[in-house]
């Protein structure tokens, strides 16, 4: 299970809306025949792959697998249907399906077919490789990652609103790599307006993730790097009240019934992302987490100190009174890059 775990993983940030699965086929005498991995959402599944390269020598053997195989109809067959038909005598699945399609529907499917099918190996490990996945399954919503960069003292800019670098280069070549892990990249017409980003991974994902500006007031400029989707594609959000405002040609636009993070992550969510990034200023960001739209956490600290009354901090008003108000953080990993630390935590 540890080695289809490993598979899976070579997919990450290119299934969506689908999992990542992986899988592999013994023999009947416990030898590795066959291995597989999705790979793209319209691909064929793991499971399928896997059989595919163990051939007739499938018979009789056993299929490991990291999620529960599917028994319905989507863009692929349903991966039981071929389960069944390589005459296999187990499966061993790490974590249920929770898609209403499938939840537990495959494994029933599998013992009726007089297969035997063994639950839970290293669920915990396949629920965390999945957790963006099963997130959006059972809230409508993304898994929402927030991402900034501060000096020691808390500061995201000078008083002057100078914040280029604060980061080093193998931070910032990290948040490349985040990004190609993500579906959607979101900003606010503040950052928008102030930094004119470009937010895509550097090449290290095709297509690049999805660029989405979220603007109350569509006070945004008529030049900007988004607008050139030929880099990446990019969506411009917004609410009603400025539906007949102009906008540039590029972009794609959406309306959203109210302009918030929440209508934007469950719009979004429809489109098939599983992991978004917040890389958005102060106000937006406390809206996010004030919406339950960030599950996690990721900051990076450099060793330098900024200074000043007036300079920026990463997250505006949040409205706490009191501090047992303070939300829950569960710390996930330290890890270096080179001078700076990286911080993930996790949001209740």
């Not at 007739?56 to 529960?68: H, K, N, Q, S």
């Not at 985040?178 to 990249?185: F, G, I, Q, S, Y």
């Not at 539906?243 to 540039?248: I, L, Q, S, T, W």
């Not at 719009?267 to 339950?292: D, F, K, M, T, Y």
């Amino acid at each position: 299970m540890h080695r289809a775990l490993a598979l899976a993983a070579l997919a990450q940030g290119c299934t969506s809306p689908n999992p990542l699965v992986g899988a592999l086929v013994l023999d009947a005498n416990g030898r590795l025949i066959g291995e597989g991995y999705h790979a793209r959402a319209g691909r064929p599944h793991a499971e399928v792959g896997a059989l595919a390269q163990a051939g007739e020598a499938a018979r009789g053997g056993t299929l490991i697998v990291t999620l529960e195989p599917c028994c319905h109809h989507g863009r692929t067959p349903p991966c039981t249907d071929a389960v069944i038909a390589a005459g296999l005598e187990r499966v061993v699945v790490a974590l249920e399906d929770p898609d209403p399609r499938v939840a537990g529907g495959g494994v029933s499917r599998l013992r009726s077919a007089g297969l035997e099918v063994i639950t839970g190996v290293l669920r915990e490990q396949a629920a965390q490789q999945n957790r963006a996945f099963v997130h959006r399954v059972r809230t409508g919503r993304p898994w929402g990652v927030l991402k900034w960069a501060m000096s020691l003292d808390g500061r995201t800019a000078l008083p002057n609103g100078e914040s280029q670098w604060i980061s080093g280069s193998e931070a910032r070549s990290w948040v490349h790599q985040l990004r190609a892990c993500c579906d959607a990249v979101i900003v606010g017409g503040g950052t928008l307006r102030a930094d004119d980003p470009l937010l895509t991974s550097r090449g290290r994902r095709d297509p690049e993730p999805l660029r989405v500006v979220l603007s109350r007031s569509m006070q945004i400029p008529a030049r900007a790097q988004l607008w050139n989707t030929d880099v990446a594609p990019t969506l411009l959000a917004h609410g009603p009240q400025v539906r007949d405002v102009p906008a540039p040609s590029g972009p794609e636009r959406l309306s959203l019934p109210v302009c918030d993070p929440e209508h934007l992550m469950r719009a979004l969510a429809s489109r098939g992302c599983n992991q978004v990034l917040w890389e958005c200023g102060p106000e937006l960001a406390a809206s996010a987490v004030q919406q339950q739209c960030v599950q996690e956490l990721a900051v990076v600290v450099a060793p330098k100190l900024l200074g000043g009354h007036a300079s920026r901090t990463p997250l505006g008003d949040l409205g706490l009174i009191s501090l047992d108000q303070a939300k829950q953080l569960t710390m996930e990993q330290t890890i270096s890059l080179g001078d700076d630390r990286l911080l993930v935590s996790l949001v209740y």
